[in-house]
């Protein structure tokens, strides 16, 4: 069975400090990689996608890929309280439309 | 991002009755759609994948009879709960892909529940 394992938290970070996400996962034929971020009673949105081993920058997330070693994190710097929210790490086994898997979610407190 | 949206937001139904939520892609044409239900505190889990012109495909566990699921546009899906109980009582998610692209984006959810 196909499995995404994150920390539940919840993860507490000062304002301004960096939130470390990480996400385990256990099809090594991962392909696709994706952060949800989930605010209470909200739906998921698509925070970053990642598809090859390294690093992906688009304003202050961060997601990085190892395929070697399983793992997928996402980078929160200068964390507001407004980050504050559940973050969904999914896999797909392709790199195309396909049914995700997701993980329980870490919950992210960004304190003032 | 595309956007995709779902109706009705929220409802309320007496156990025994059936009760159906509609998915619609606005900007773009979705031939696959995603139906998921999330527990209170707990994460998504897919409940079947709509395909445009043919019949969905349900994962295990998931009764197709109860959940019906009918896909007859490139633009809308949709989720009848069939004789609905209140352990059916949960929240909703569709979501679609744009294009043959892997990313995949949510409705704002519905949110059920059975008395």
């Known amino acids: 069975q196909k499995e995404v394992e994150q920390n539940s938290g919840p993860l507490s970070v000062p304002e301004g400090a960096i939130a470390s996400l990480n996400c385990t996962y256990s099809?090594?034929?991962?392909?696709?990689f994706f952060w949800y971020r989930q605010y209470s009673g909200k739906s998921p949105e698509l925070i970053m996608s990642?598809?090859?081993?390294g690093d992906k920058e688009d304003g202050r997330f961060t997601a990085q890929l190892n395929k070697a070693s399983q793992y997928v994190s996402l980078l929160i710097r200068d964390s507001q309280p407004s980050d504050s929210a559940t973050y969904l790490c999914?896999?797909?086994?392709?790199?195309?439309?396909?049914?995700?898997?997701f993980g329980t979610g870490t919950r992210l407190q960004v304190t003032l | 991002g595309a956007v995709v949206s779902q109706h009705p937001s929220w409802v309320i139904c007496k156990s025994g009755t059936s009760v159906k939520i509609e998915c619609r892609s606005l900007?773009?044409?979705?031939?696959?759609m995603f139906w998921y239900r999330q527990f209170p505190k707990q994460s998504l889990m897919l409940m079947a994948t709509?395909?445009?012109?043919?019949?969905?495909?349900?994962e295990q566990g998931v009764e197709k009879d109860k959940f019906l699921i009918n896909h007859a546009s490139l633009t809308l899906s949709t989720l009848t709960v069939t004789s609905a109980h209140p352990e059916d009582s949960s929240f909703y998610i569709c979501?679609?892909?744009?294009?043959?692209?892997?990313?995949?984006?949510f409705g704002p959810g519905t949110r059920l529940t059975v008395l």
């Open positions: 979501s679609a892909p744009s294009g043959n692209l892997p990313e995949q984006f």
């Open positions: 709509s395909n445009e012109g043919s019949k969905a495909t349900y």
């Open positions: 900007d773009f044409q979705a031939t696959t």
């Open positions: 990642i598809y090859s081993n």
């Open positions: 099809d090594r034929g991962s392909q696709s």
């Open positions: 999914a896999v797909s086994s392709t790199g195309t439309a396909s049914k995700l898997t």
